[in-house]
Each structure stands twice: as C-alpha cells, then as structure tokens.
C-alpha cells in the first residue's frame, strides 16, 4: 500500500513538472510587448530619459529587449530596449511636456509628462488626463456660477493654454492624451 501511495505521487509530481516546463516554454515563446511604461531621469544624469518597459503594477521588464516603434511628442523614433531599458538620445534642455505613445496588438498605450529641470537633474511628472479634463471643466463651472469671474476664469484658461504650448503641449496632444484615457478606461 505504501509503495502504490510513493507511485502515485511520483507520477503526479513527474506529471505536473512537464506541465510546469511546457507552460514556461509558451511564456518562453510568446511575443514580448509593451503594455506599460514609465519614464525615469537616465543613470547617468546627463539630461536624458529613460523608457522603463513595466508590466501593469508598474514592476519592471528586465526580460525585454528589442526594438520597439514609439512616438515622442508626435515624432517616430525607434528605441532600443535593453533588459527593459531605453534612453531617449535628445537631451531635455529646458522642463517640457513630453507625450510618449506605443502601439502594438493589444491597443495603443500612451502617456503625458512634464519633465521638470532644476540645475542638473530633471524631474519626470505623470499627468492624468483626469487633471486635463477637471481644470478647464472647474473653471468653467465656476464662471458659470459667478458672473463676476467669468473675465478671470477666460484669463486663467488662456494663461493655461499658452504656458502649456509654450512647453510643448499642444492641442492635438491635450486632446490625444484625452481620448487615449478615456479609451483605456473602456
């Protein structure tokens, strides 16, 4: 009875283990995309960015590597992933929007950031498109319910929109950043 009960545990372990060793092989060889990224200040802190390919807890992809299509500010560029990482090879001169967008089978992926500059290091901000949408949305509010702050409220909605294109976020990229959060929230 002892040995018929070691028989089949051992055949159960010897099954489960070749079922475990196939699955690893489909992981093995299934395509690599990007999903999710975020962007960091290079280690090397010479005013360029890093792409960090992430899974959706926002854990890096060091498995990654490759050549992955991304558009910078509406610009093409490919990048060269090396175990999740890829420099941008411009250097952030001055604090700037920069919109990052990557397509691939699962949809399109794209996020907002404000990389601020102080002396040598830069400082990469996530922008909601939430935080797009609730500013302009609360301002209006406001001046439809106080009829004297309706010139102030057109004054700040015009100072926003030309501090934001003086940095790089034009409309087009207001409005791709909008939709791609309302896309993704579908």
Do not use: C
């Amino acid at each position: 009875m002892k040995n018929l009960k070691l028989i089949l545990i051992t055949i159960v372990l010897f099954v489960a283990g070749k079922q475990l060793h196939a699955q690893e092989e489909f992981i093995q060889g299934q395509d690599v995309a990007i999903n999710n990224f975020m962007i960091k200040e290079n280690l090397l802190k010479n005013n360029k960015i890093a792409i960090i390919a992430t899974d959706s807890l926002d854990r890096p992809i060091e498995s990654l590597s490759g050549t992955f299509q991304f558009s910078i500010n509406g610009f093409g560029q490919e990048l060269q992933f090396n175990n999740g990482v890829a420099v941008l090879s411009q250097a952030i001169n001055k604090s700037t929007f920069i919109y990052l967008r990557h397509e691939n089978q699962s949809g399109t992926h794209g996020k907002l950031y404000y990389v601020y500059q102080k002396g040598d290091s830069i400082n990469p901000i996530k922008i909601s498109w939430w935080i797009l949408v609730i500013i302009p949305l609360i301002l209006i509010l406001l001046a439809a319910l106080f009829r004297k702050f309706i010139v102030v409220a057109v004054i700040i909605l015009i100072g926003l929109f030309y501090y934001n294109s003086s940095q790089g976020l034009k409309l087009p990229t207001f409005f791709d950043t909008i939709f791609d959060g309302l896309r993704n929230m579908i």
